[in-house]
């Protein structure tokens, strides 16, 4: 990862969430030396990069069980960073307590919009009052500052850890293979040997004004023999202009690959590459 193993990394890597959200927990499950720092929302996240308090950020794109982070589509092409790698993280959620609490003592459960409908199950079979927080990691800090035996979180086992409260029953999604892929993001693109193994580049654009012009804008690729792994359609507030985010695979340097984005440029407008990195170990495990 721009020529420093993950494992190696040092410095700072901004999230969004409290300490010991998930986001803080893939962190450090890929940079295990670095130091997480928490952001309240995902615009301060992208900044804190861009204004060097951090080397890295690292920011979740889309859940297997709730679908794509919306917010975070809109903000990645009017930022100046680039994808440097990705990485897919297993959600396994936890129902926390305070101390000396049981599962019998609970009457309330608090944790994220996304958190809750995914353990819907283990919340009516117990008969619990839900609560929304602005994410996992600070439900649990809230629970633990309150001190109350009927009051739950649904945040991580790192969650627990960090703010003191016991592990009441783990892995308690509906759906087990819940998945989160995250993207990292770094102020400089990288170069990557094709020799490297499977490489995925991500870049926006948006269609001209003209008949076929999403069909037209494709056709490179098609011609060309380059994978297309993943587009996705966005409106601007004006209902106008259609604006995409796609994947390939294949590395930005790679011929076919510049061949299929020539004619991407001369069918499509305001194109912005947003880098090359490897595929994820989980894309083949899932193939």
């Known amino acids: 990862m721009t020529n420093v193993k993950a494992s190696e990394r040092t410095g700072k890597i901004s999230f969004q969430g409290a300490l010991g959200a998930f986001s803080d927990m893939s962190c450090r499950a890929v940079f295990p030396r670095m130091q ?51 990485h897919f993280q297993p959600i396994s959620m936890c129902l926390l307590g305070i101390k000396g609490s049981s599962i019998s003592d609970l009457t309330d459960v608090h944790s994220h919009v996304h958190a809750i409908p ?72 990288q170069r990557l040997k094709s020799d490297k193994g499977p490489i995925l580049t991500s870049f926006f654009f948006e269609v001209r004004n003209v008949p076929a012009a999403l069909y037209k804008a494709l056709g490179g690729f098609a011609t060309n023999g380059v994978q297309i792994t993943k587009l996705e359609s966005y409106i601007d507030p004006q209902f106008h202009a259609a604006r995409f985010y796609a994947e390939v695979l294949g590395n930005i340097d790679d011929r ?18 947003m880098g090359s990195y490897l595929a994820h170990p989980f894309r083949k495990l899932n193939h």
């Open 36 to 86: 997480t720092l928490p952001c309240e929302t995902f615009a301060d996240a992208f900044q804190a990069v861009v204004s060097g308090e951090t080397e890295l950020a690292m920011i979740p794109v889309d859940n297997s069980l709730a679908g794509r982070v919306a917010d975070v589509h809109h903000l990645l092409p009017t930022q100046k960073l680039f994808i440097i790698a990705e």
């Open 118 to 189: 995914q353990c819907r199950k283990i919340i009516k079979e117990l008969g619990l009052k839900p609560h929304v927080h602005a994410d996992t990691a600070g439900a649990a800090a809230e629970v633990a500052e309150k001190a109350d035996k009927t009051q739950a979180a649904i945040a991580s086992r790192l969650a627990g850890e960090l703010y003191g409260l016991e592990i009441l029953k783990e892995g308690i999604q509906d759906i087990q293979n819940n998945t989160t892929r995250f993207l990292i993001l770094s102020p400089e693109m």
């Open 256 to 273: 076919p690959l510049q061949m299929a984005l020539e004619e991407l440029n001369f069918f499509a407008k305001d194109v912005k590459m």
